[in-house]
């Protein structure tokens, strides 16, 4: 910087003074000679009037300046270059992005829809079993109500026949009639009474049966032989059963029991086990 000033002007010839001066009162010089100034200008009132002057011109100047207004467009080109522009350097524009994983909630949503479908079909599976199992359990406690029932009738009827065995044998007046096998052993005896149209038939020891088999027990007299009833013996072969007789017994003469299709027959169709005469 020139600091020799001309005495009448306070400049020098050639004014490089007035130059820093003029660009320190505009704001243009560079912070080394804005600080070269600010130290001439503590030394000096006379260039700091000078200063003065050029800031009050500077200001004048700005102030004549008329104000324009820009065009209405320049807003939108301005953004759009500014957005052509980050386009055009932003790196993530070509980022392309992953797939995002499933959510969690999805995950969970599906494994309660499937947990709920899978205790659907074991809840039905499990019903259809317990419902077959009921059925069952009903069926078979009606066979066995059925059963107690048929038992139930099988040992009243044997008490009954028992009472009626135990009523004709103490009786004096009743008969006894063994029926005997060509062996000579007795498989049966039967107790009558005379007045009565019933009798009471006792067996030991007879043969089994198959189960296509039954025995049958007939009156003999001078009409032939008449079927007064069927029966089957426990395991051991002994039975007691009682049995009504449709005819006097003045017209019977014998007694006989022979093995007969299950089912019964009109008239004997085998050899009789065993015979016994009144």
Known sequence: MNDGLDPGTGRNGDDPLRDDLTAFSLGAADSSESADIESLLAERPDLRAEAARFAAQATVLLSDVPRRQPPPDLKARI???AHASHEAHDPTSSIVPLPQPARASSN???TLLWLTSTAAVVLLALSLYMFGEVNALRSERANLESLRSDLTQQVNSMYADL???V????QNQSRRVELMS???EMRAMVVLQPEMHEAVIVTHDLPALTPDQTYQLWLIGPDG???TGMFNTDPEGDMTKVFKVAQPWDRVSAL???VEPRGGSDAPTSKPLAVGEL
């Open 256 to 258: 006989g029991i022979s």
């Open 167 to 170: 009523d004709l044998v103490m």
């Open 225 to 227: 032989a008449v079927s």
């Open 163 to 165: 009472a009626m065995a």
């Open 79 to 81: 953004l759009a270059a």
């Open 108 to 110: 969970l949503r599906s």
């Open 182 to 184: 060509d062996d000579g």
